[in-house]
């Protein structure tokens, strides 16, 4: 396991939960770590010298000494294979397989869903709330179930699944889906939010479902 010898840089938007479940792990592992705000409204991220960082035009991006290595989900990895030993993710067959089913709910449901419908209430996203909403609501209820078994969503302790999962699930009423329903899931924010290191998300206004 190595030791950050220097101040990673983290690309990002403060109100996105892609970059903050990376300063989330950054944070955790108390690794030194700069953020540089990257202006998406007025389109930095589409500029020559970001788009030379990550060609999709996308943040997060994080810079390791002169490793340059973009999409939040992949970050996560090699901070936890980098830094975080095997706490973060297992290396067993199982354990890995599951903690990757759960960055693939990250990068599919949990995004077309909350994050979605987050995204078209606070930064007018071309979505369908409603149908982001419904999706949001239908995977809560997978949540709940999955929450029964054990206190986190791959195991008995806390990895990248439940880091990658956090902030949108967390941002979700601001996207006009409530939380009031999923106590398990409640349980499990804050679960998230006692570990030490933990560094909360700049909030916005909850919005009330119409």
């Known amino acids: 396991m190595a030791t950050a010898t220097r101040a990673l840089k983290l690309h990002r938007f403060a109100k996105s939960g ?17 953020l540089i705000d990257v202006d998406l409204r007025a389109g930095a991220q589409k500029q020559p010298a970001f ?6 035009g996308q943040v997060p991006v994080l810079e390791d000494g002169d490793l340059v290595l973009a ?4 970050i996560l990895v090699y901070l936890a294979e980098s830094y975080g ?14 903690i990757q089913r759960w960055l693939s709910v990250a990068a599919g449901p949990l995004a077309f869903g909350p994050a979605a419908a987050r995204a078209a209430v606070l930064f007018g996203a071309p979505h369908d709330v409603n149908v982001a909403r419904s999706r949001a609501q239908n995977l809560f209820t997978v949540f709940e179930s999955e929450l029964a078994k054990r206190p986190f969503l ?18 979700a009423p601001e996207g006009g889906v409530s939380l ?3 106590p398990r899931i409640r349980a499990w924010l804050a679960s998230i939010e006692a570990l030490e290191g933990f560094v909360p998300m700049p909030a916005s206004p909850v919005t009330e479902a119409s």
């Open 180 to 182: 009031a329903r999923y």
């Open 51 to 56: 788009i030379a960082l990550n060609c999709f």
């Open 85 to 98: 030993g095997s706490r973060w993710r297992p290396a067993s067959p199982v354990a890995a397989a599951e």
């Open 18 to 34: 892609h970059c903050h479940r990376v300063e989330l792990m950054l944070s955790i592992l108390r690794l030194p770590y700069e």
């Open 71 to 74: 999409d939040s989900n992949a």
């Open 154 to 171: 791959a195991g008995e302790t806390a990895t990248i699944a439940d880091l990658a999962n956090y902030s949108y699930v967390a941002h």
